[in-house]
């Protein structure tokens, strides 16, 4: 369960802006922080091609200004991010690496304060908040199966950034490289065959971290019970909840906050 975000008393609405930017498009969006519901429409341009951080940085000013948002917005990247610098690329131009993204976004943004994120960490704050972890103290592990694996650790709310386990090896394999969704496609496995590399990965986790709650995101968390139901862990997994709206309900939060890696 995470922490209550402070009420700014100049922003009655207690709005956000959240930019969740990814390998194919851009979204944004204007986010109710006390219902972690979206306000308006999503906003959805496609990622510029090549991916470098001036084109992307430009998309990102364009839906800003389309949505016509003036206060301080969150940005995530599919990155670990320190400091506000991008330091991996997965699945965005690899000039990203080293690349002062805080820095880039409030250029491109007349000055304004932005925050920038790891995607899956922006949906770990969003369910833990808003979603499939608001009921629950402890140790809550998001993971987004998709591309690859991307993961959100928090603590009563806290989270602990850059956690990356979709790297960690898992009986001699990236554990992305057993159970991302990527792999079930490209091997044309069966969501049972699936499931039993999710389980092995979830296990070795679970034998290090010993969460409470494991909440399973990405576009696969959608039919959650064809697979599911087949994980042999004891640690409880539950779908996400707030669906393709998590990373901009989560750089929104954290914008607001502040609270940034
Ligand atoms: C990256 C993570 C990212 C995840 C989801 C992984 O390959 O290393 O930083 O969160 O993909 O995009």
């Given at each position: 369960m995470a922490?209550?975000?402070p ?9 956000g ?7 194919s ?29 001036e084109a ?20 995530t ?33 007349d000055?304004?304060d ?26 809550v ?15 009563n ?5 850059n956690?990356?386990?979709g ?19 490209r ?10 590399e ?22 696969i968390?959608?039919?959650?019970e ?19 709206a998590?990373?901009?309900v ?5 914008a ?6």
């Amino acid at each position: 369960m995470a922490q209550d975000v402070p009420t700014d008393r100049s922003n009655p609405g207690n709005h956000g802006f959240g930019v969740d930017i990814g390998g194919s498009g851009v979204k944004g969006a204007v986010v109710d922080l006390d219902t972690g519901r979206l306000v308006g429409d999503r906003i959805k341009l496609l990622t510029p091609q090549p991916s470098t951080p001036e084109a992307v940085a430009k998309t990102v000013a364009q839906i800003v200004e389309q949505a016509g948002w003036s206060g301080p917005v969150g940005v995530t990247l599919p990155s670990v991010v320190t400091g506000g610098v991008a330091r991996t690329a997965a699945n965005i131009d690899k000039s990203w690496i080293g690349t002062d993204a805080r820095s880039l976004f409030s250029h491109a943004l007349d000055g304004r304060d932005v925050s920038v994120l790891n995607d899956a960490d922006a949906a770990g704050i969003a369910e833990d908040r808003f979603g499939a972890a608001k009921d629950t103290d402890g140790v809550v592990i998001l993971l987004t199966f998709g591309t690859g694996i991307g993961s959100a650790v928090l603590h009563n709310g806290v989270l602990l950034p850059n956690t990356e386990f979709g790297h960690m090896e898992v009986d001699g394999k990236e554990a992305e490289h057993r159970a991302a969704s990527s792999v079930k496609e490209r091997g044309d496995l069966s969501y049972k065959q699936w499931a039993k590399e999710v389980s092995r990965v979830l296990t070795r986790f679970e034998d290090l971290l010993w969460p409470d709650l494991f909440i399973a995101g990405g576009g696969i968390s959608r039919k959650h019970e064809k697979w599911i139901p087949f994980l042999t862990n004891r640690t409880p997994v539950v779908p996400a909840e707030l669906r393709n709206a998590a990373g901009i309900v989560g750089a929104a939060h954290a914008a607001k906050t502040g609270v940034t890696p």
